[in-house]
Every structure is written in C-alpha cells, then in structure tokens.
C-alpha cells in the first residue's frame, strides 16, 4: 500500500463528509493571493496549503529535493523530479497534516503563513502545457459517432480495435477552470448543395474527458513501454474539450480537428495524482480482438472514477445531463502513453493527454450533446422549459468527478466555463 492511501489517516485540517479534498487525496495545483504570486500549493478539506512557505519554514528538510520548484509559477520543474519524488513529498504532506503530527498544528506562527482558506485564493493554470494530444478511447462514444455519420453496421473504422486513435492539438488555448469562451465562429456548409458560409458556430457542444499530465520522459527515440507508463504519469484532471460541430464538420476530412477544437479546452485546476487513484484501479476492458503485444500487459488497468455533466443557463440551477465514468474507456492511458511514444515521440514534463469523449452504454451517460440530443433530433429538456440541441449563449457547463472506496472519496473539485456571444 501506498502509505498516503491509507483509509484511517485522520487530518487535523477540518474536512467536510462529502469532500473531494481528504487527506488521502493530496492534489498539485497553482494559487495566488493578492502579493503572493503564483505558486504550488495542495488542498486539504477547503484549506489550500502553501508549498513554498512549507519549504521555507523547513518542513521539506527531511525529503531530499531542489526546494526551489516551489518557488516556480508551474508544476513544470516539479514534475521534472519524478515518481519516486513525488511520492516522497505526498507522503510528507500525509504525515505532516495527519491529526497525530503536531509540527505544524502547534505552531501559530507557521500556520498563518501557510494555510488558506480556499474561497479567498484564486486558482491558476497549473501547468504550463507544451504538448496536448486528444485520444478518441470510449467505444461507445466512437460507436456513436459513427453510426450517426457513417453505416451502423460499420460505425467503428477498421484501425479502432487495434490502436489508440489521437491527434495532436493545439495546447495554447487550454485553460483553467472558470476561464469563459466566446463562441467560436467559422466556415459552416449547413446546406450540401450550396457553398460554405461564415459566422458563429450554431451547433456548440462540450465534450466530457479526462486528462493525464506527465513528467520528464525519455529522449528523442526512446519508447516508454506499457510497464513504466505509470513511472511518467503524474496525474489525473478533468478536460472538457469545447467543440463545434458545424466548423468541425465541414473542416476535418482528410486531416482530422482544427478550427472546431482548437478555440478552447478547459481543465479543473487540480492535478490528482495517480497514486492517490491507485485504491480505485480495475481490470482492462475485455478485447474485442487481440492486440499487439506493445499494448497488452498486467500495468493496463482502468481506473473507476465518477464523472457528472450539468449545464447551468444563465440566472437558472445548474441541471445534470450527463452521468458516465473513467471505466468505460476502451484505451486506458498506459496504453495511450505507449503507443504515442512507441515510434520514438518524447514527451516533456507538463504534457497533456486527453481522454477523448467518455460514453457510458446508456443515453443518459452520454458524454457530448451530439449525442445526447442525437445530432438535435431529441432535445433535452431543461428545468425552466426550455430546450436544448446544443449549447446556448449563457450556458455554463460543469464537469464533476469523484472516485469512492472503502469510505474514502478521492474528487477533482470540477471544471466549468461559460459560454459568451461571439465576437
């Protein structure tokens, strides 16, 4: 057992029933406070802990590190540190927040330097992203896709059983939660008969994922085999990937997204480890057909995390649409960091990796509006009456996802944004 998972650790940091935040989880984001700049910091209950004031004040000493990552305004040069480094320091901040420590929970002084109450701090990008791929790894969802645009018969393409499908994306307009998007605007062909037009997308959508953040990895050349994925795999955030539907289906033949994606992803600013998600791990999916070697082993395991999607219009209750998890991918993301490195592709620390769209087997655990409206031929139906095929100005989307065992839930807060009118 990983020692910070331990169920019966109690902190002495007051925590809510129902919070994402235990002492079992320990998650790595970026805050700032009015002088205090940006800089690491983890979160226990709604109590942001301050990681370069811990390091100042000395509580690090005991762990052998370059302290001066957390005086950085990313997690980059912390994730340069590696797993055994990470582990290190999560297993510190166990121990020195465990409600059987008094280090720091006699000491006042200390206290006021590093503690934080979350309401009062602002939460920043954590990472500065210098690569983002986006996966296409739920085979409901792909199955979906492609029975609404192509034959039922054939939905998935003759390559998707095999292999991982990913494009690169564009990492620039990736952003933190609470960020707002205008709507993007572009070339649509609503009409097959007449030419393209321009103007602001009319079929906006969300699309719910998950993201993995990696360390430092191999040079230029080098694979990273399916039993050491998890050695460069920091952790885990959700990932809306904010998408036009109109744009992007006018643009994407012959090579793939482009203007439909690359407006904005948004990402929840805390960056959950995957050791603290290794209690909730699972059995791969069963294949379909059988898979080259480079992709088969024990270390590919799912893992079963609760996701949530609510659209909130505005000045209404936000209303939960959507109901899926992390467990129904078909690719997990040891076998996604697998094959995008196999042919030799490095990764840097900060690198995001998107699950693609996460459908679950029944409509309401759908994970885009393509899908649960049907292309907008079944519209949802929202608490104040009105409808939905597609987002609408005002609409705020949250993502939400949690993971549960034995008494311990282990949450990544949630990720939302709005969507504003088009420039």
């Known amino acids: 057992m990983i020692k910070a998972n331990d169920p019966n650790i109690r902190s002495w940091i007051k925590v809510a029933k129902n919070s994402d935040f235990p002492i079992q989880n320990i998650p790595f984001g970026i805050f700032s406070k009015g002088r205090i700049k940006a800089r690491p910091a983890t979160i226990i209950g709604d109590t942001v802990i301050d990681l370069k004031a811990l390091a100042d004040l000395g509580f690090f000493d005991s762990v052998d590190f370059n302290k001066k990552v957390f005086n950085e305004p990313t997690l980059n040069e912390f994730l340069k540190l590696g797993k055994s480094t990470w582990r290190a320091i999560r297993e510190r901040l166990s121990d020195l927040f465990n409600k059987k420590n008094k280090e720091l929970q006699d000491d006042e002084n200390a206290k006021d330097k590093v503690l934080h109450a979350a309401d009062e701090i602002e939460m920043l990008m954590p990472v500065r992203v210098r690569d983002y791929t986006d996966f296409y790894s739920s085979k409901e969802h792909a199955t979906n896709v492609g029975t609404m645009f192509r034959d039922p018969e054939n939905a998935l393409l003759p390559n998707w059983l095999h292999i991982p499908i990913g494009y690169h994306g564009r990492a620039s307009s990736i952003v933190v939660s609470g960020t707002p998007l205008h709507r993007p605007k572009g070339q649509t062909r609503p009409n097959p008969e007449e030419p393209p037009v321009f103007g602001p997308c009319r079929l906006l959508d969300f699309e719910l994922e998950m993201g993995f953040i990696t360390g430092q990895g191999k040079p230029l050349g080098e694979n990273i085999p399916l039993e050491e994925a998890d050695d460069y795999i920091f952790g885990l955030v959700l990932f809306n990937d904010w998408s036009a539907r109109d744009i992007q289906k006018w643009e994407y033949v012959p090579l793939g997204p482009f203007l439909g994606k690359s407006f904005g992803s948004s990402i929840s600013p805390w960056i959950v480890t995957l050791d603290a998600l290794e209690p909730f791990r699972m059995r791969p999916t069963k294949r379909e057909v059988p898979i080259l070697p480079y992709l088969?082993?024990?270390?590919?395991?799912?893992?079963?995390?609760?996701?949530?999607?609510?659209?909130?219009?505005?000045?209404?209750?936000?209303?939960?649409?959507?109901?899926?998890?992390?467990?129904?991918?078909?690719?997990?993301?040891?076998?996604?960091?697998?094959?995008?490195?196999i042919n030799g592709c490095n990764i840097n620390a900060g690198d995001m990796m998107a699950s693609g769209t996460i459908s679950g087997t029944k409509p309401d655990s759908y994970g885009s509006m393509l899908e649960l409206s049907w292309k907008g031929t079944k519209p949802l139906s929202m608490p104040d009456g009105s409808e939905r095929k597609f987002l609408k100005d005002g609409d705020t989307v949250i993502l939400k996802g949690y993971a549960e065992k034995d008494g311990v839930r282990i949450g990544f807060g949630e990720v939302t944004g709005k969507v504003l009118p088009a420039l």
């Open 296 to 341: 088969d082993g024990k270390a590919n395991r799912r893992i079963n995390v609760n996701l949530e999607v609510q659209i909130q219009p505005e000045d209404q209750e936000a209303h939960t649409v959507s109901r899926s998890n992390l467990k129904y991918m078909y690719w997990t993301i040891e076998q996604q960091l697998a094959h995008h490195t």
